[in-house]
């Protein structure tokens, strides 16, 4: 069997569709019967191929998010039957498709949600485009029961929607004691203990970023605690009303706004934390909140998205919208040594349930029986 895997609409690694494709590849089983052949931009030959070196077959498209998506709708069909392929993974099946599946059968990956890009989008044929395509698929992986129901409410008929959950890399997230030092050093970082955090890009008000410098400000009102907050991650479209929100806070010498923070650095940036702090309410995915848990942190988040499937019964839950309410659970997180052990303990297990191992083996499950109808 010969499965295609379409690395176009994954930001040359640099995305959420990027980093699952990434994780996703490096765990994919290479046997006798089975075997993986990626396409998409040269400039990608050997961004997700990775020790497995899976075959890479470039296609001549213009750098561009619409010249991309034409290609999917004139040529990926062609393509596909061409290189021989029995089954095509589309990874980011959310962004680009092709308009039919009838030559090679195709499975799309969703991680986020499909609501929030028709929103976003402006061509109204695109978005017409769009759930006509994930209409079409013989399967669509959805990473999260709210991603499915949020696919069906947008109006995406296909017959069969599977979720699958993403996994977290256990090589890299796991609990290590980190000793009483006073500053973590990551460079170019000095963070000054304890502090709260928060991992998110700079992307909206939906991430809820300056109701939690609003809840921490009460915080440190109430409690006159040296902790900090820490918010960790790239600047987006809503990074100046953030930081806005942080300088004119009455606590803004202890609200650490990091910008960009390597991936491979977060699971010693959890570890020194007292804290992680979630009130995004638009996650279809969550991974952060199950990465905080992997390292032994006790977990915070909104009652919103994803995240109550994600996290379980293993963190305390709020209304992003109630200052009040968040700031409170920051101080029981702190201040009630018991519930901090429940919560550790039972996030740790909780996250051991999700893996990249686990993923790849049911998407290919998928991928099989896909192909074989």
């Known amino acids: 069997m010969f499965i295609g895997i379409d690395t176009f609409g994954c930001d040359h690694g640099r995305s959420g569709a990027g980093s699952y494709l990434l994780s996703l590849v490096k765990e994919l089983p290479v046997t006798d019967k089975i075997h993986f052949g990626l396409?998409?931009?040269?400039?990608?030959?050997?961004t997700y191929t990775g020790s497995n070196q899976f075959a890479f077959e470039r296609v001549d498209v213009p750098d561009s998010l619409p010249a991309e998506r034409m290609w999917h709708v004139m040529r990926a069909n062609k393509f596909a039957l061409r290189e021989g392929y029995d089954v095509v993974l589309y990874a980011a099946g959310s962004r680009m498709l092709p308009r039919s599946f009838k030559k090679v059968p195709g499975v799309a990956v969703v991680i986020d949600l499909v609501s929030s890009k028709l929103t976003a989008d402006s061509d109204f044929w695109q978005r017409k485009r769009m759930i006509k395509s994930l209409s079409k698929t013989q399967c669509i992986i959805a990473a999260s029961?709210?991603?499915?129901?949020?696919?069906?409410?947008?109006?995406?008929?296909?017959?069969?929607?599977?979720?699958v959950h993403n996994g977290i890399d256990h090589s890299?997230?796991?609990?290590?004691?980190?000793?009483?030092?006073?500053v973590l050093d990551i460079k170019p970082f000095a963070i000054k203990?304890?502090?709260?955090?928060?991992?998110?890009?700079?992307?909206?008000?939906?991430?809820?970023?300056?109701?939690?410098?609003?809840?921490?400000?009460?915080?440190?009102?109430?409690t006159g605690l040296p902790h900090r907050l820490?918010?960790?991650?790239?600047?987006?479209?809503?990074?100046?009303?953030?930081h806005r929100a942080a300088l004119e806070s009455p606590y803004a010498s202890d609200i650490f706004i990091t910008g960009y923070f390597p991936h491979e650095s977060f699971p010693q940036l959890y570890r020194g934390a007292e804290a992680c702090v979630f009130p995004?309410?638009?996650?279809?995915?969550?991974l952060p909140v199950l990465e905080a848990m992997a390292t032994g942190l006790p977990v915070a988040c909104a009652k919103a998205g994803a995240l109550p499937e994600i996290a379980g019964e293993h963190a305390l839950y709020f209304d992003s919208d109630n200052i009040e309410e968040m700031a409170q659970c920051m101080e029981r997180l702190v201040s009630d040594a018991s519930l901090r052990q429940k919560l550790v303990a039972g996030g740790i297990e909780w996250a051991s349930r999700f893996s990249w191992q686990k993923t790849a083996q049911e998407t290919l499950s998928i991928l099989e029986s896909v192909a074989k109808k």
């Open 193 to 222: 203990r304890p502090y709260f955090i928060y991992a998110s890009r700079l992307l909206g008000p939906e991430k809820k970023h300056a109701e939690l410098i609003q809840a921490f400000s009460l915080f440190k009102q109430r």
């Open 230 to 242: 820490v918010l960790a991650g790239s600047d987006g479209p809503y990074a100046e009303e953030v």
């Open 39 to 46: 396409f998409g931009a040269e400039v990608d030959r050997y």
């Open 280 to 286: 995004s309410v638009s996650e279809g995915v969550g």
């Open 172 to 182: 890299l997230f796991f609990p290590k004691e980190m000793g009483a030092d006073e």
């Open 145 to 163: 029961m709210f991603i499915k129901k949020d696919l069906e409410r947008s109006g995406v008929k296909s017959s069969r929607i599977e979720v």
